[in-house]
């Protein structure tokens, strides 16, 4: 089946440092790759999406490469502020399933 | 207004009570999904349903129940609450297989005691 894998948290970083959360995942076929993010108190909400190989997805500063060959879809920023301080869970959808499957997630703490 | 409302927002109950979650939508989204979230788990799907008539066990269904009243409603059911329950709990929407997004509303925090 789907799996998800992502580094295991917290990450903690000052302002303005560069960040990066590795994703890697296992699926049959070409499955739509996702970044959700989780603010304190709140749900799920879509940070970024790449439907097919070498697609970049972005927003709010945030980057991540859909890469085929090395099976990643990890995601950057290169310079984080306080209010990126949330839980971020790496996903795939399709590859032989209509579930979607979620990594576990990882809390990044930056400190002002 | 939010697209994805959930009710209640938080919810104490005691153990073997009968707890019901609602969640509502007005994305006009097909899919809908119950999650719940625990620290160091990540979400795990409860039960989903693809529509009104259509409703699936995900990978931790044992404990729950779900009802689908129409399109824009999914309710979740625990017919005997035990504390293992204790968990953030997620609904969710999508519009389309594949590759679409999901929506997710503001969760319940449901704590059995």
């Known amino acids: 089946g789907n799996s998800v894998t992502q580094m295991e948290g917290p990450v903690t970083l000052s302002e303005e440092a560069f960040l990066t959360i590795n994703c890697t995942y296992t699926?049959?076929?070409?499955?739509?790759l996702f970044w959700y993010v989780q603010y304190p108190g709140e749900g799920l909400q879509l940070l970024l999406k790449?439907?097919?190989?070498?697609d970049k997805g972005s927003n709010k500063g945030f980057e991540a490469t859909y890469r085929k060959e090395t099976t990643s879809f990890h995601l950057e920023k290169g310079s984080v502020q306080v209010s990126d301080s949330a839980v971020y869970f790496c996903?795939?959808?399709?590859?032989?399933?209509?579930?979607?499957?979620f990594g576990r997630g990882t809390s990044l703490i930056v400190h002002p | 207004d939010a697209d994805v409302t959930q009710t209640p927002r938080n919810r104490i109950t005691k153990t073997g009570k009968r707890i019901m979650l609602e969640c509502s939508q007005t994305?006009?989204?097909?899919?809908m999904y119950w999650y719940r979230q625990d620290p160091g788990l990540g979400l795990r799907l409860i039960y989903y349903?693809?529509?009104?008539?259509?409703?699936n066990k995900g990978e931790i269904s044992d404990g729950y129940s779900v009802s689908r009243q129409a399109q824009a409603k999914f309710s979740l059911s625990l017919e005997s609450a035990i504390p293992n329950q204790t968990a953030l709990y997620f609904c969710?929407?999508?519009?389309?297989?594949?590759?679409?997004?999901?929506?997710f509303g503001p969760g319940t925090r449901l704590t059995v005691l």
């Open positions: 969710a929407t999508s519009a389309l297989a594949g590759s679409d997004t999901q929506y």
């Open positions: 699926a049959t076929g070409y499955p739509s």
């Open positions: 790449a439907t097919k190989a070498d």
């Open positions: 996903a795939l959808r399709g590859g032989g399933s209509y579930i979607p499957t």
């Open positions: 994305k006009g989204h097909d899919r």
């Open positions: 349903s693809f529509d009104v008539k259509d409703i």
